[in-house]
């Protein structure tokens, strides 16, 4: 299984940027797919999942800015992530889980495969 992170960059707080994540090795219709992310010092934390269904969950401190969604033919997830702000800097994770479903969605330990990860920086 290879999960590959991409569209990363330095951004201006307000600004904008959009994740993607191409899977490979795994079924990807089949499996709930999440968003982590860590910055210098702080644990790992998971910030949105979606299950087979196309069905997202969010942590309070993204939902409503950013948008998790999946493309399976392409088996690809993306995070659009607007009104960005300074503290949302970090490295951003994309993982997949062996089940369908979003349970334990911010717990690392619930998650098989993991990408590389792209860092994500917001300063003006």
């Known amino acids: 299984v290879q999960l590959v992170e991409s569209g990363g960059g330095l951004v201006q707080p307000g600004g904008s940027l959009r994740l993607s994540c191409a899977a490979s090795g795994l079924t990807f219709d089949d499996n709930a797919m999440g968003w982590f992310r860590q910055a210098p010092g702080k644990e790992r934390e998971g910030i949105s999942c979606?299950?087979?269904?196309?069905?997202?969950y969010y942590a309070d401190s993204v939902k409503g800015r950013f948008t998790i969604s999946r493309d399976n033919a392409k088996k690809t997830l993306y995070l659009q992530m607007n009104s960005l702000k300074p503290e949302d800097t970090a490295m951003y994770y994309c993982?997949?889980?062996?089940?369908?479903?979003?349970?334990?969605?911010?717990?690392?330990?619930?998650?098989?495969?993991w990408g590389q990860g792209t860092q994500v920086t917001v300063s003006s």
């Open positions: 993982a997949a889980k062996s089940e369908s479903y979003c349970s334990d969605l911010y717990s690392s330990a619930a998650y098989n495969y």
């Open positions: 979606i299950n087979r269904r196309g069905n997202p």
